[in-house]
């Protein structure tokens, strides 16, 4: 009786669905417009989907373009940046003239971003959110948002910066010290003073000593005892350089 129950309960809610669906698209555009606004001044960002989606499929010259941007905007606000990207790119597609494309450029940048991993992993989104924000800044030179751009820009970039670390750091616990060389490289070489850095220069001193390279051992724990002197890592390679060069 229950599930029986359960059934009726969600065929009915699907029934209601599709009933407020045939409802909105009898409804004249202007109306759907007019409610959809109210909607979205209200921050119903559900219910003015629902009247957005409707006009855009409609395909109405005088209201899609607005219809399109608001219905991002309602996916935006709440934070789902995969719908909202879509929607904004849409936008752009269909309507390259309309007179308000600059948010929409701009949400771009910030649903990839939003969208982007944490530094661990795959930035595919990261460097999407690079590349659209550069777009904006070409296309809105003189926007309010440019230093916002930048900046989104500069957070960009340093995720890619840590991942250039954990590149190297995953290669060394491969036992690939070569290639795990060549990303610890590449964020020694940006001079910086800061958690990543030192780890970096940790593991490259460790590589050294592991391959028994005294050469490049002693240049590498120097340096990192020259930059980090209270670290545990200096003093732990210092302790392990010195057992090396005793050797013979």
Known sequence: MVKYLSILLVAATILAGCSNADKIARMPVEEKMRIGNEEYADEDWDDAIDYFKSVVFERNAAFTPEAQLKLANCYFFQKEYTDARFEYEELIRLFPDYRNLEDAFFNIGICYYEESLPPQYTQEETDSAIEAFEIFLE????????????DYIEKCGEKLWIKTYYNGYIYFMMYDYSAALMYLDEVTDAARFDKYDRKAWYYKARIYLKREDKLNAKITVD????????????????EKLDILLAKD
Not at 139 to 150: G, L, M, N, T
């Open 223 to 238: 340096k990192l005892v020259k930059r980090y002197p209270d670290s545990s890592e200096a003093r732990r390679m210092k």
């Open 139 to 150: 296309k809105y030179p003189f926007s309010e948002r440019r230093q916002e751009a930048i």
